[in-house]
């Protein structure tokens, strides 16, 4: 196993459409969290599964934005009706739940809404 | 409530000691860590400690928590070219990996 794996690297849209990013986390990891990570600032959380339960949420999660892991491996995230302000790095990152601390980090998503 | 802060830019030369400095303000935080984000990469991660740790090292990074004033450092010995780039500290509220809370990074620039 190679590490966290995100698809697509790179995405640019034009305002309005929808996307949809691919988070593989380490196969033996049954935590999966989602960070948005603007330019100049460190990441920020948005949301986080174990197993196929995402368990919180954050305020910055708008209703244009929804993220699945059905099955407790892969995870998607989706953010529909894209806006300018939605241009970021969207990082994946995946953990055990018990038994070690460390989070390890996919290389990102970067989108670019024009 | 959580926030974590970071100086903004640490330049050093090469060969000579980076020490980068982290405040944070939630005393729960049951883990701190530090990751390291190369120009258009992920973060990687560097080393973590346990909040009823003071110090923690490995080869050349040494961590130093002072839960007292809620101050965490990482210290880089013989810093070197390949050390340049951006360094977060994060909180962990939880007995395990959960939700990090970041700072805003320092970029230590390394020069010759």
């Known amino acids: 196993d190679t590490g966290v794996s995100q698809d697509p690297r790179h995405k640019i849209t034009k305002r309005g459409q929808n996307v949809t990013f691919r988070c593989d986390p380490i196969?033996?990891?049954?935590?999966l969290y989602w960070y948005r990570q603007t330019l100049g600032q460190g990441p920020e959380f948005l949301t986080y599964?174990?197993?196929?339960?995402?368990?919180?949420k954050s305020r910055l999660l708008s209703d244009r934005f929804s993220a699945e892991r059905p099955k407790g491996s892969f995870s998607t995230l989706e953010i529909q009706r894209t806006e300018q302000g939605d241009s970021a790095m969207y990082l994946c990152?995946?953990?055990?739940?018990?038994?070690?601390?460390?989070?390890?980090f996919g290389q990102g998503t970067r989108l670019t809404v024009v | 409530g959580e926030d974590v802060e970071q100086s903004l830019f640490l330049s050093v030369r090469e060969g000579d000691s980076s020490v980068i400095n982290c405040t944070y303000t939630?005393?729960?935080?049951?883990?701190l860590y530090w990751y390291k984000q190369e120009p258009g990469a992920g973060l990687q991660l560097l080393t973590y400690?346990?909040?009823?740790?003071d110090m923690k090292q490995d080869q050349r990074l040494t961590v130093l928590l002072n839960k007292k004033d809620k101050h965490l450092s990482l210290r880089i010995a013989d810093t070197q070219t390949g050390d340049s780039a951006i360094y977060f500290c994060?909180?962990?509220?939880?007995?395990?990996?959960?939700?990090?809370?970041f700072g805003t990074g320092t970029r230590l620039q390394v020069t010759l």
């Open positions: 599964f174990q197993n196929e339960a995402q368990l919180e």
């Open positions: 400690i346990f909040s009823n740790m």
């Open positions: 196969s033996e990891h049954n935590r």
């Open positions: 990152a995946s953990s055990l739940a018990q038994g070690r601390a460390e989070a390890f």
């Open positions: 994060a909180e962990s509220l939880t007995g395990t990996a959960s939700k990090l809370t």
């Open positions: 939630d005393s729960s935080s049951t883990y």
